[in-house]
């Protein structure tokens, strides 16, 4: 069982939410990723981190910010949720030795109405 | 066209065949290749990494790499039940961050 937690699973929001997505994970793993899946389509990276205090936006343009302030800790945030949010974020953690994302997260389904 | 391609599926097989799921990609780059499960409402789960070319086993799965054909394998025997998932490959260059996906193959397998 993958040591890496995310919550809530489920959340329905009203448009306009301020929402945080949160990841912990316990392997001491410094990288650190936030996914979005949506069905049939593939995984998008939006977000990912090397160590505390590194960030950087993937490929997918995406409304939403991270912090990395702690190792095992690298929420997301969304300032003001939309439809368009509506997702399955997932997170991922990997060392430095295996140079992937090693570990998921079960997700967190997203539904902003 | 998508750096890689995975044909969807559904693929259905009974219980005890042999699987064969399959990736093609078109970035000659690539020197890491993954094969992740998926469970319904589930995080994906890592199944084989593979570095480079050639052939790599755990149990009852083979993950095979022919970078000539730019072509990736994996292999499920005696296939069960708890078989029934989506599979994934995913594969980066060495010197590049981003992990490209395949769509995913959802495979049944039936008792």
């Known amino acids: 069982e993958a040591d890496i937690y995310q919550t809530p699973r489920y959340l329905v929001i009203g448009t306009g939410k301020k929402i945080t997505l949160e990841c912990s994970q316990t392997m001491g793993h410094d990288k650190m990723y936030w996914y979005q899946q949506d069905p049939g389509m593939e995984l998008h990276l939006i977000h990912y981190s090397y160590g505390v205090n590194s960030t950087e936006k993937g490929d997918l343009s995406s409304e939403s910010t991270v912090s990395r302030i702690r190792t095992e800790h690298f929420p997301l945030t969304l300032e003001s949720a939309r439809p368009s949010h509506t997702s399955q974020y997932l997170c991922?953690?990997?060392?430095?030795?295996?140079?992937?994302?090693?570990?998921f997260g079960q997700g967190t389904r997203l539904t902003v109405v | 066209q998508k750096e890689v391609e995975q044909d969807p599926g559904p693929l259905s097989v009974p219980e005890g065949a042999i699987v064969s799921l399959n990736c093609t990609y078109s970035n000659s780059a690539f020197q890491y290749f993954m094969w992740y499960r998926q469970y319904s409402r589930k995080g994906p789960e890592l199944l084989m990494y593979t570095y480079s070319s050639g052939n790599k086993e755990d149990g009852r799965f083979t993950a095979q790499v022919d970078k000539s054909s730019k072509y990736i394998s994996l292999f499920i025997r005696d296939s069960q039940p708890s078989d029934s998932a989506t599979y994934l490959c995913a594969m980066r260059a060495g010197n590049n961050r981003k992990l490209i996906w395949g769509l995913g193959t959802s495979l049944a397998v039936n008792p």
């Open positions: 991922a953690s990997g060392d430095n030795l295996m140079n992937t994302e090693a570990f």
